[in-house]
Each structure stands twice: as structure tokens, then as C-alpha cells.
């Protein structure tokens, strides 16, 4: 099956991902979505499995420095959704595509689950 996990490379929890999943033997490819881009169907196949407002980092700081009249224009998928492939960096990362599923975010037992380790 193929395992792809998009992000940005010196994001720590991409990293914690990547390492993660090079200890298991888990063979991967890599998207860094800053330099690599994003595609509107890409995105939309995410927005089929994982809800918007998880998908969009609310936390961070590209979203913190939105201004509120765009923060306050996302108001569903389809406005997530440009707003994602506008800036890339407010998505919660990282993205995991595996077994035709999506999943955002890393943690150990969260992976283990979807590895079925």
C-alpha cells in the first residue's frame, strides 16, 4: 500500500512522523507541500475523510496572522478549501494517506492504530 505524509520538512511533528514511521519499516514517499505545492483534488480527497475544521491549524501562527475578515470568510469545507491551497501552512500537519484513508496529526498510539501495530 502506499503511505504518503505531506507537511513541511522542519515541522517537529512531520519529523516525529517521518522517524516514526522509518522505525517500523514503513516505506513512504514525502510531499513538502510548501515546495511541492498542493493540488485542489488532493485537498478535497482530504476534505472526503477528515472534516474541515481539523484539517485547517487554528493554533498556528499563519492563521494567527490572517486578517479576522479572512479568518471570518472560512466558514466550511469549500472556503477551507482555498483558503488551504492559498496558504499551505495553515494546514494541520501532518497529512497521512494510507489504505484510502486520510489522517492528521501524529501521535504514537494514533499511527499504531492506523499501522495496526
Known amino acids: 500500500m502506499t503511505i504518503t505524509i505531506y507537511g513541511i520538512p522542519n515541522c517537529d511533528t512531520v519529523k516525529k512522523a517521518r522517524v516514526w ?3 517500523q519499516q514503513q516505506e513512504f514517499t514525502f510531499h513538502d507541500f510548501k515546495k ?3 493540488q485542489r483534488a488532493t485537498v478535497a480527497q482530504w476534505l472526503q475523510h477528515v472534516q474541515w475544521d481539523v484539517l485547517v491549524n487554528r493554533k498556528g501562527t499563519t492563521w494567527r496572522n490572517l486578517s479576522d475578515a479572512r479568518k471570518a470568510a ?3 469545507a469549500g472556503s477551507a478549501l482555498e483558503l488551504m491551497l492559498e496558504s499551505p501552512s495553515v494546514i494541520k500537519r501532518p497529512v497521512l494517506e494510507h489504505a484510502a484513508q486520510c489522517h492528521v496529526g501524529f501521535s504514537d ?9
Open 21 to 23: 514511521l522509518s522505525a
Open 36 to 38: 511541492q505545492g498542493l
Open 74 to 76: 472560512v466558514v466550511d
Open 109 to 117: 498510539a494514533q499511527y499504531r492504530t492506523i499501522f495496526g501495530l
